[in-house]
Each structure stands twice: as C-alpha cells, then as structure tokens.
C-alpha cells in the first residue's frame, strides 16, 4: 500500500524556522495537502495543493514541492505552532492516504 | 457556522456494529464530497472512506472494505457510516470531514479537507 513517509518529530526554538518533509513515490504527480492538530483538537488544514493557504492560515506557514518531497515551513515559529502536522496524497487509485505525522516541539 | 457534529460512537463487543452518524450545518451539504478519517489512540490520522455528493461514488481504505458502509442522506444534511464486524484495531476517535472543493462540470476540484467535526469515540472490547 502506498505512504507518505514524515519524521517522527521536529524541534525549534521560538523565531526560528521550521521544516516538516513528506515523502511518497507519487507526489511528483498529486498534490499534498498539510493539517495541524493539537491535543484533544480536530485537525486543521494550514496548506492546500502544495503551497496554498487557506484563508485565516497565518502567513508563516507555507508549502512548497521538489520532485518526491513536499514541504511544510514554518517561519518565526511561535509557541503556538506546537502540535501534530500531518501530510495527506492520493494514492494510485485516487483514495486518500495521510503521513504518519511529525511532533513539532517548541523548545 | 459552518459545522459537523458527530455522533453514535460508544464501546462495542469485537463482530458487533455500529452506525455512526454526522449533522452538517452552515453549507450545502449535497454539493460536497464527505469523507470519514479516525485516529487510533496514541496514533496518526487514517482516512477510512468517502462518498460523492449525489452517493454514486464510495471508496474505502483496504482494512475496512466488505465490513464498512458510507452513506449520505442530503435531504436530512447527514453522513452515515455502517461499521460491522469490529475488531479491536477500529478502536478510534471517527472525524467527519467536509472534503473542500469546486464542482465543474464533472469535475470536483478538490483543496482539502476544511471542516472536521470534534469526533466521536468508538472503542472494541470485550
């Protein structure tokens, strides 16, 4: 079955930046799409195919595309951007397939 | 207030079932495509199904086809989804999740999903 490989856990110090990578054979062909969950919280989607952002998105979160690898950067990380971030691609057959998710630790 | 709200989970023996139900409110329901995602304990999203906006179209996750239903009734503004057989590993908080986009023509021009509800818990134990 497909997947999108993610690292198990991020951390950076308030201000700076941080880099979350999504890996998966398809991503060259699908769009990727990044949500945020905190503890107990609904997830939330931040960046919509690739490196758009959903109205309301603060603009230190952006998406960006290279081959494989889709990438969320987040700059001038606050406090608040601590939580769960987690990839999501179609597969082959068009069905939905999420990363396993990257623990962002704001130090 | 565009909103979904959850309900119907609960503690279930493993081979019994249970029909979980989603409200939508604030949007027009029929013109979106609606998916099911659940998260284990501890554990990472997973995606488990979804249906088109007339209900002409479903797909599932490998691990629950045969045993999981997706349905929609969009004069009542509901999603449904028809769990049977459980076992202990679909133990899970269940998210309905409006799956956002723009219908044109015949194609759906997808850009996430952009509203979740708060979940609803389903645990299989004996």
């Known amino acids: 079955s497909y997947e999108l490989t993610q690292p198990p856990s991020v951390s950076v110090s308030p201000g700076q930046t941080a880099r979350i990578t999504c890996s998966g054979d398809a991503l060259s062909k699908q769009y990727a799409y990044w949500y945020q969950q905190k503890p107990g919280q609904a997830p939330v989607l931040m960046i919509s195919?690739?490196?758009e952002r959903p109205s309301g998105i603060p603009e230190r979160f952006s998406g960006s595309s290279s081959g494989t690898t889709v990438t969320l950067t987040i700059s001038a990380v606050q406090a608040e951007d601590e939580g769960d971030y987690y990839c999501?691609?179609?597969?082959?057959?068009?069905?939905?397939?999420f990363g396993g998710g990257t623990k962002l630790t704001v130090l | 207030e565009v909103q979904l709200v959850e309900s119907g989970g609960g503690l279930v023996q493993p081979g019994g079932s249970l029909r979980l139900s989603c409200a939508a409110s604030g949007f027009s329901f029929s013109s979106y495509w609606m998916s099911w995602v659940r998260q284990a304990p501890g554990k990472g999203l997973e995606w488990v199904a979804n249906i088109k906006q007339n209900g002409s179209e479903k797909y599932y996750v490998d691990s629950v086809k045969g045993r999981f239903t997706i349905s929609r009734d969009n004069a009542k503004n509901s999603l449904y989804l028809q769990m049977n057989r459980l076992r202990d590993e679909d133990t899970a908080v269940y998210f309905c999740a409006r799956d956002g986009g723009v219908a044109v023509g015949t194609n759906y021009y997808y850009y996430g999903m952009d509203v979740w509800g708060q979940g609803t818990t389903v645990t299989v134990s004996s």
């Open positions: 999501q691609s179609a597969d082959s057959s068009g069905t939905w397939v």
């Open positions: 195919k690739d490196s």
